[in-house]
């Protein structure tokens, strides 16, 4: 079964930091472009960084750009998504995905993240 599950979420204080971890079962993440995503209630979804399966190019919204680095660990299979300098207007669901065509085929469930004093 293919599977891709978001780790990492939690409540923060502005200024802090998160590793988010996606973790995939029932295939290999090596394979496919990996990305990451939120989406805040009433928002509609945001892409925040993804980074390649052919070369680990990476590319990050500008948005987030100072704040936010991808990397994979191919041995574990996972991807991370670290931020820091957490405003609260990054609260949201975060969600990471994977493709290797255009289309993202596979969705994690998300993971809440709050930023918030």
């Known amino acids: 079964q293919v599977k891709l599950v978001e780790s990492g979420g939690g409540l923060v204080q502005p200024g802090g930091s998160l590793r988010l971890s996606c973790a995939a079962s029932g295939f290999t993440l090596n394979s496919y472009t990996i990305g990451w995503f939120r989406q805040a209630p009433g928002k509609e979804r945001e892409g925040l960084s993804c980074i390649s399966h052919s070369d680990d190019t990476t590319w990050t919204a500008d948005s987030v750009k100072d704040r936010v680095t991808i990397a994979r660990d191919s041995d574990k299979n996972m991807v991370y998504l670290q931020m820091t300098d957490l405003k609260p207007e990054d609260t949201a669901v975060y969600y990471c995905?994977?493709?290797?065509?255009?289309?993202?085929?596979?969705w994690g469930q998300g993971t809440q993240v709050t930023v918030s004093a």
């Open positions: 995905a994977a493709r290797n065509s255009m289309i993202w085929s596979y």
